[in-house]
């Protein structure tokens, strides 16, 4: 079946409902003072508030209820590798229950990505240095989602970093032709393809 076939549908029940979203990596503190890095393709955002969605029982939520700061970083497409290498890392020892049998502890989720922190400015958690896009953030409410096995965290931006590549000359616009983020597509891992056109309240 082609895309020229429209109206040709059929039920279907998939495992997931990735329908093409953008990936993260959320930086959080430990009780430690260390960080914990934690991929996720579960984030959107509605004006300067962004909704993000994570394991119940995973280490990230641990750390946000504790200590309600983060970043939100945005790698780019051509980073895909260095966030698979975390896929299977935990902050977490021993491995929480629920995890996939692969999972093993890592303490140091920056070196085992081969990515390097930069100290944020307004939150205690740091950002990825090569990432394109980075976001601190204070996490404003945490709660269950209605099957119990995740949880729907509200944080706010406080402060946002480009690099100067993806940003428009003179303005704090970015370059949506320059800046590509890494798309999560049904588990699989996508840029964007070409420029299509120009919304209406678009603001360049």
């Not at 993000?52 to 946000?64: D, F, I, M």
């Not at 964007?192 to 919304?199: F, I, S, T, V």
């Amino acid at each position: 079946m082609t895309l020229t076939d429209r109206g040709t549908h059929r039920v279907i029940t998939p495992s997931i409902l990735y329908f093409g979203t953008p990936v993260v990596v959320l930086s959080s503190e430990n009780a430690d003072g260390t960080a914990n890095l934690a991929p996720i393709s579960s984030a959107w955002a509605l004006g300067n508030v962004f909704l993000l969605g994570l394991g119940a029982n995973g280490h990230t939520v641990h750390n946000l209820r504790a200590r309600p700061e983060l970043v939100i970083n945005f790698p780019s497409p051509d980073q895909w590798q260095q966030v698979e290498r975390l896929a299977l890392l935990t902050g977490a020892d021993p491995v929480p229950a629920g995890k996939p049998a692969e999972c093993r502890f890592a303490a140091d989720k920056f070196g085992a990505a081969g990515w390097h922190p930069t100290p944020s400015e307004l939150v205690r958690p740091p950002r990825i240095t090569e990432c394109p896009a980075q976001i601190e953030a204070t996490v404003t409410n945490l709660r269950s989602d209605a099957s119990g096995q995740f949880i729907i965290v509200e944080a706010t931006a406080v402060r946002v970093h480009a690099d100067t590549g993806i940003v428009i000359d003179g303005t704090s616009h970015v370059d949506p032709t320059v800046w590509s983020p890494l798309i999560y597509n049904f588990r699989h891992y996508f840029g964007l393809g070409p420029h299509l056109g120009k919304a209406a309240r678009a603001e360049h």
